[in-house]
């Protein structure tokens, strides 16, 4: 494993931030973390930069304690904050410069390529860049980084659907050279397009871990019925969720295989029939049911 | 400890303010001896016995104030010399953590391969590079007017006797004014130990602001609390001059450290003394602190006041930007 939390706790007095995290990322896995605001993502980021003491448990990264060997962590890590703030007398330009020569084998070159990409001018001062053109010189800071882990913290805020494309189609690059990105976003379908997992954060606590190649192959398939109802065989009928609503209405969410449900389906007389791949939406409104409930 | 880039990014957000600084310092300096030269030395005379019931309000006897050193020496008290070393030491002190924290810069800056000491102690370096340019802009300000300027002297005129080459002065003729330059009447070197104490007192004031600016979150916070020290330690200084009772009240502010003016008459009347650390009397017994012994209070309070601003840096939790 390349991340290893285990029972990382961040408290304030009594506020627990985030409350016996145990979670492992391997190496090359793009890994999600969603929740809604105060869930405890940052926290958690921050903990793994080295910025927070742990309360209680350990984080690690490439077997390097993330709180004692921070400077050690962070050589291997690129990390892109969910506020991006830079400094406001340099010009874009140097602002790259300066953080590809802080780190031991950065290369300007590469962040001059990564700059034409989202059409960045460089040649203005941060002070005087808009609050988009601010985040993508800090995106291209730290997608230029060339570590083993990348970190990014809501990275596609202010940033407008073309650039949140590249954004996309360079987190997707990454993961193709081997590197592992731990990704927090707000945005469920970018999460979605991107991410191998995904752990749902409530309330400072790891609330469900999905792999999103499992969530892909779940659908849910509503009907009406308009003939008898046959019960489906097993063993489909153990793993088939199905509620019978009023009027013959009826919607079954399916974890696997397509094949044998619409096998079964079709010996029944059906109409209005559709199907849609669950998708993270439901998930997380149902994690987050689940704590309401 | 010190990082190549780290003190690039801080020599060029600081070097404007430090270039004002200096250029404040030299000038005023300058301005204050042309100014000294203006006056003859009976003239001031004049105007100082008139405040002889304040003399206990004066680091120096008045009699050091009658002699044109001990005129110059005032400069390094003057609130603009003092004000713009301040400014400069509680401005980059203060920027040092709670101001980069306060812009969310650090965020970013300490996402970099760069340890919490390396980000610290390469802004020290620059702030107190930057102590030591401005105490010397403060030295080579006076140091310019005395060489550049000079002073009025009311000579007797005197009879010279033929071959004999004999001068015999002659009382009843009416007195010779003559300029003479300035530097004869004073030696520079004399202020080099007042340059050294706002050196000192720089360095004092920026560990002390650097302190409580690591463990803030906010500049202006940070710039608050040294702002309220500083009045208050000022105040402490007058009321123990000002009252024989509360005179240990002088023991408990800082500012009795810095006594540029009595530092200038040790050098000019007992140079033995110049640099010492304890200044004894003629049997022996320790009287006070020499010049070296308060410059070493202050740099000594400066660096401990840095060493704790380290430890409290590097195991504080890193706010979120807000």
Known sequence: MFIDLRGLTKRYGSFAALHDCTLTIERGEVFGLLGPNGAGKTTLLRL??????????????????????????????????????????????????????????????????????????????????????????????????????LILDEPTANLDPTVRGIVAQLVAESRHQGRTVLFSSHVLSEVEEVCDRVAFLRDGQLAHLQVMHDLKRRHRIRARLAGPWQPPPDPLGQQLVIEREAEGRISIETPGEMAPVLQWLSSMDLQEMNVQPVGLRALYDSVHDLGHG | MINRLLLKKSIAESRLLLLACATAIYAFCWTRVWIVSQFTMIQFQTVLEQFRDYERFSPVPFEQLFTYTGRVALTFDEPIVVGAVSLWAIARGSDCISGEIGRGTMEMLLAQPVSRLQVLWSQTFVTLGGVAILAMASWLGTYSGIMTNSVEEPVVRSWTIPWLQIEIPNWLAEKEVRRIPLSQEVDPGHLVPAAVNLFALGVFLAGLTTMFSSMDRYRWRTIGVIAMIYVTQMITKIVGLASDQLAWLSRL?????????????????????????????????????????????LIGMGLAAYVAASLIFQHRDLPAPL
């Not at chain 2, 003016?261 to 009397?281: G, K």
């Open chain 1, 48 to 149: 793994l930069l080295g910025y927070l003491s742990p309360t209680a448990g350990r984080a690690t990264i490439d077997g390097l304690d993330c709180h004692r060997q921070s400077v050690e962590v962070r050589r291997r890590t690129s990390y892109l904050p969910g506020e991006v703030r830079l400094f406001g007398s340099m010009r874009g330009r140097n602002v790259l410069k300066f953080f590809a020569e802080i780190r031991p084998g950065g290369e300007l070159r590469r962040s001059l390529d990564l700059a034409d990409r989202f059409e960045l001018d460089l040649s203005r001062r941060v002070a005087f860049m808009s609050t988009g053109m601010r985040q993508k010189l800090a995106l291209v800071a730290t997608l230029a980084a060339d570590t083993p882990l």
């Open chain 2, 253 to 297: 502010t800082f500012f009795t450290a810095y006594e540029p003016e009595r530092f200038v008459s040790i050098a000019m009347n007992d140079p033995e003394s110049t640099w010492s650390f304890l200044i004894r009397d003629a049997s022996g017994v320790f009287t006070d602190f020499g010049p070296m012994g308060y410059n070493s209070l």
